[in-house]
């Protein structure tokens, strides 16, 4: 007796995401779904080591991250470091910060894979990627908007109402991708 | 007179039958969003002392002064534990048994009391009255202790959910 020979990579994508269905696209549903259906997600989810660690690298990374992005909005907001230059502060948490996010993001994609469906179709997970894209335009906003001229207002006692502005937004977008990022595990 | 595991009984017959921690038990965002605030907490532990020991490393921040720069630092840090140590209370009380039973709760529980016994007594010195030159051996050591301690911390929190 022949068995089927066994699809992997695109192969499987392709007989999963456009079987039963009548139009050419792939859904994203059916992406998600295939994703999470790979050999290879399936492994790193089921290893006993593998994913514990994973996950408990994309959370330190995000301490390390989100307590720079802290140390910086305070100071924009004026609640601590009031001696210290905006500039200067900025300059030196960029380096480690953005590590600390580019081990997060890795992390991330690794965790989102092994659960692509489940993520999917869960809340928190949408309103925590929305949240951390806003982050991202926040900081792209305040970058292109308020960099350029920071030397005007950086040691003021009475900074614009932008950069702070910027700085609530900020510690908002990221406490709630910390709460979406949570609560979304309970939901699965 | 009460014994020890008389107390222990009495405690968690008074978790399982409060009222107000019936309704966190059982009411759906109750957990999470008192996990969430724990989660906040432990951001700013790890990020506060991870800032802390860069500046004292000489690694990071050196534009800063640490005499003015690491005190700052030091009363967030101490506003992060106190919010860690709040919720994390607060998480523990609806269902303690099911915590006291996991080996990684008490590590977790192990590694903590040692490294505020450690952040508040040599570590604190050290940022209140750092190096002016170069960093020597022994904060070195004092640096890489907090972070062995404070990372380790975290790292057993997330064996909890995964390790008994």
């Known amino acids: 007796m022949h068995d089927r020979p066994r699809l992997v990579g695109p192969a499987h994508f392709c007989q999963i995401a456009f079987s039963g269905q009548r139009t050419s696209m792939p859904t994203i549903q059916s992406i998600c779904h295939w994703l999470q259906h790979t050999e290879w997600s399936q492994d790193v989810l089921q290893s006993s080591l593998l994913f514990p660690f994973i996950e408990g690298s994309h959370i330190m990374a995000l301490a390390i991250s989100v307590g720079l992005v802290l140390i910086l909005d305070l100071r924009l907001l004026r609640i601590a470091f009031r001696g210290e230059r905006v500039a200067v502060v900025m300059k030196q948490s960029a380096g480690l910060s953005m590590i600390g996010f580019g081990i997060m993001f890795l992390t991330g994609i690794i965790l989102f894979v092994t659960q692509a469906e489940k993520a999917y179709n869960n809340r928190f997970f949408v309103i925590k990627m929305i949240l951390i894209l806003a982050a991202g335009l926040n900081a792209a906003w305040y970058q292109w908007k308020y960099y350029p001229s920071m030397d005007e207002w950086d040691q003021s006692e009475n900074p614009p109402l932008g950069p702070r502005i910027c700085a609530i937004v900020s510690l908002v977008c990221w406490a709630g991708v910390i709460g979406c990022g949570r609560t979304m595990a309970y939901e699965f | ?164």
């Open chain 2, 1 to 164: 007179m009460l014994s020890l595991h008389g107390l222990i009984d009495s405690f968690n017959q008074w978790c399982y039958q409060s009222p107000v921690l019936s309704v966190l038990r059982d009411t759906k965002l109750g957990i999470p969003a008192v996990q969430t605030a724990h989660l906040l907490g432990i951001m700013t532990v790890l990020g506060t002392t991870t800032v802390m020991n860069l500046r004292l490393l000489n690694l990071g921040y050196r534009e800063l002064s640490a005499d003015t720069f690491l005190p700052q630092v030091w009363t967030w840090f101490r506003r992060g534990l106190f919010l860690t140590l709040i919720a994390g209370f607060i998480v523990f009380l609806p269902d303690p048994v099911r915590y006291a039973q996991n080996t990684s709760f008490r590590v977790k529980m192990a590694v903590l009391a040692i490294a505020i016994a450690w952040q508040f007594t040599i570590f604190r010195k050290q940022v209140h009255s750092p190096p002016s030159a170069s960093p020597t051996a022994k904060t070195v050591v004092i640096s890489a202790v907090s972070m062995i301690l404070w990372f380790g911390v975290g790292w057993c929190g997330r064996a909890i959910a995964f390790f008994g």
